[in-house]
């Protein structure tokens, strides 16, 4: 009995020193291990530490945002993007890439008749240096196709002043004119010179009416309330009758003189000539010249290379015609070609 109960007692003694050698040999110690947390931050005041995580939210958004489209770029294919918006109509660009073109256009209220072109009105000055405006004169002729050419390859605009006369011999040129998008005014009815003693108010009043009113039946629309008097001879009767009507006046700083030059390379020496001197300002040419046909390629080329660009005008409102003239030219009759050449019929001989 004693024996039993002594093994009995070794028995456990022994289990207790294996226990005991297992523990500290092959259990993991809390006091040896590293420790598994870090000590708490000190706290922040609550705004304080909203604002830090707000500006830090931001930086970060921005940072995946770019290492995101990084990794696309250099793994997986793009995702495909959303469906583009419908396509708006935009308007037909140049086909010339190194064209001259339009630099700014500038709409012109004419209420009270403003004067342009520094030769006779001061009063705007609205051109900054090196920018000029292309006018023409006493078109429309079969010498103007080919002026709207050269102004379309050059993509760039001007105005037009024609005569009245001159529409009923070729409403189609005009409406030519008119379908490139050229501003167009008049020049009164026959290039009546209105500062002539010989004529009276009321006839230089339907020289005026008369050349919008002709300018309206070969287009079919009202044309801008521009003008230019032939010559640029006016009187203060007749000024003062055009600020009635609010129609803007149009002289010149820039005159090519084409109607006294004997080739286009003339043309062309005129014109630059007179800019390195002015800098800016409205060039007067005609389309019913051939030389100024002949010239305008180079012409637009030489403004370009020069540094010049070109203001195109507008106005903001087209002219009312007077109802009685409309009649009248409706009345016209296209007068009957006699085959005579047209330098024995029509000669421009001053602007």
Request: glycine share 6%; proline share 7%; with cysteine.
């Amino acid at each position: 009995m004693r024996s039993a109960l002594g093994l009995m007692l070794a028995s456990v003694v022994a289990a207790i020193v294996i226990a005991g050698v297992w523990f500290w040999t092959s259990s993991p110690r809390a006091d040896a291990a590293p420790p598994q947390t870090t000590a708490a931050a000190k706290a922040e005041p609550l705004a304080a530490a909203a604002a830090k995580q707000a500006a830090r939210d931001d930086v970060e958004t921005t940072a995946a945002l770019s290492k995101r489209a990084d990794a696309t770029q250099a793994a997986a294919p793009a995702a495909a993007p959303a469906p583009a918006p419908a396509p708006v109509a935009a308007a037909p660009r140049c086909a010339n890439p190194d064209a001259l073109g339009i630099s700014r256009t500038v709409v012109v209220d004419t209420t009270g008749g403003p004067g342009f072109g520094f030769l006779q009105y001061k009063q705007y000055d609205f051109l900054t240096d090196h920018e000029v405006v292309l006018t023409f004169d006493d078109g429309p002729w079969p010498t103007t196709p080919a002026v709207l050419k050269a102004l379309a390859d050059e993509c760039t605009k001007a105005v037009f002043f024609p005569i009245g006369l001159h529409t009923t011999y070729h409403p189609d040129i005009l409406r030519q004119v008119a379908a490139a998008g050229h501003t167009i005014g008049a020049h009164t009815w026959s290039h009546a010179h209105l500062a002539s003693k010989k004529l009276t108010e009321q006839q230089a009043k339907d020289e005026i009416e008369k050349g919008f009113s002709a300018v309206k039946l070969a287009l079919g629309a009202n044309p801008a309330p521009f003008f230019r008097f032939p010559a640029l001879a006016h009187t203060p009767a007749t000024t003062a009758y055009l600020g009635t009507r609010n129609i803007a006046m149009f002289s010149v700083d820039v005159d090519s003189n084409d109607f006294k030059s004997k080739s286009s390379d003339e043309v062309i020496n005129n014109v630059m000539t007179k800019l390195d001197k002015e800098h800016k300002g409205i060039i007067l040419m005609h389309d019913l010249q051939k030389h100024t046909a002949q010239a305008l390629p180079t012409l637009l080329r030489k403004l370009k290379a020069g540094g010049y660009k070109i203001v195109w005008m507008k106005a903001k409102t087209q002219i009312e015609t007077l109802p009685e003239y409309d009649a009248m030219m409706a009345k016209t009759e296209k007068p009957i070609a006699t085959g005579r050449p047209i330098g024995n019929v029509v000669q421009t001989i001053a602007d």
